[in-house]
């Protein structure tokens, strides 16, 4: 193992590129998670329901972390998830499963494509979302491109950071009332189907199955071999994002009414309270957002379908750049195709697509890391357990919500 890693600790003391290189893989989750559907999704939830979902988060924060404690040790002994599966269900059904899953997983790309789009559309002179969206892809594909692992980390690194710069700017100009913000750290479940839709949409948001697929197969670009590693970058990752995630939830509880979202509805409250640059500064970290979350979420699949091929695939090769660029290509014109001929729009796509997600791929990425660390690993008896009752949950989430989210895209179409 290289000596760069060999001394990693909470607090890099040598400067950003320490910092990066201990924690950027983390960073990267997180861009892959805060897209632009979870603004939309976090802001929609602390209208409707105020402070009530708060608890979702720390709960989400421990449910990702047993997630990641599975994916990371199939990195650490460089065993990637696809190739487990694979191996276990034999290839033909590896190749059909990988492509089905891919396709699912580019829902994600579509709806941040189309957000993407159309706050350039807003932000520039263009007024046009379907431009604007092609040219947000063109962004995400010269990102593919950059190839080399350390210099993606860096630049996605750099764009969280500056979209968590604007949410604290805009949070600091408002009053949370803390007593509110604790009393929705309480769980409290109800059985209306938008209030477990809800659920488990930020739970399809937060808990982010690509994100292990690529942490699975990241042994040859990281070069780590224990777990701690892993642990500590992952722990830094989901612990920003889900403070990130609380903040734009309590915000909009306390300056949102119930409404249906648009692109900029989540900020207008805002600019009353900290001033008419909030608007523009909200729409920039949206396209922001969008881009990075769009091509990081992509990853997965550039990693899981070569590898479903047989191919010993590494960040940024040939088979990984195409796979993620085919599936651009592709979720730029199911996004065009979806606005032209439904009444869908952009937000909408944001709220839906990633409780589509947590319908269908979670579950299956939950089971598939249980199975793989049951074979690989002899983990204590109390750990078995943790590991069963988090893929439990997501296969009971899933069933709970499937009817009512079935509805409403109905209803949208």
Known sequence: MSS???????????????????????????????????????????????????????????????????????ATIDEPLMEYISDTIGSAAGKVL??????????????????????LAWLTPLDNVYIGIVLTAGVGIALVEMRIYERVEAAIAAVILTVFTIYILLVMGLDLPMGEVVSGLVPLMKTDLGYLATVVGLFGTTVYYPNFFIQSSMRPSKGWTDISYYRKD??????????????????????????????????????????????PVFVGAVFLASFSSATGTLFGAGFMVPQAWGKDTRF???????????????????????????????VQLGITMPAVNGLVGLPITALALYMANRKFFDHPLWMRVGFAVIVGLMFILAAMTAEGLYNQIIGWL
């Open 234 to 279: 992952n722990f830094a990752g989901i612990a920003f994002v889900v403070l990130l995630s609380m903040s734009v939830i309590a915000v909009s509880a306390l300056t949102l009414d119930p409404h249906a979202p648009t692109l900029t509805s989540p900020a207008e409250p805002l600019t009353s309270a900290v001033g008419a640059w909030a608007l």
């Open 98 to 119: 990988s492509v089905l899953i891919a396709f699912i997983m580019h829902f994600w790309a579509i709806s941040n494509f189309a957000v993407g789009g159309a706050a």
């Open 316 to 346: 940024g090769d040939k088979w990984f750049r195409r796979t993620v660029e085919v599936l651009v290509l592709m979720s730029v014109a199911f996004a065009v195709l979806l606005l032209e001929f439904t009444a869908i729009t952009p």
């Open 4 to 74: 760069k890693y060999e001394d990693i600790s909470w607090l890099p003391v040598e400067g950003p590129r320490n910092f990066i290189e201990s924690y950027g893989l983390g960073l990267l989750f997180s861009a892959n998670v805060f897209g632009a559907g979870s603004v939309y999704i976090l802001s929609n939830t602390g209208a409707q329901f105020g402070f009530t979902l708060l608890w979702t988060m720390p709960l989400a924060l421990l449910v990702d972390m047993g997630m990641h404690e599975m994916s990371g040790r199939l």
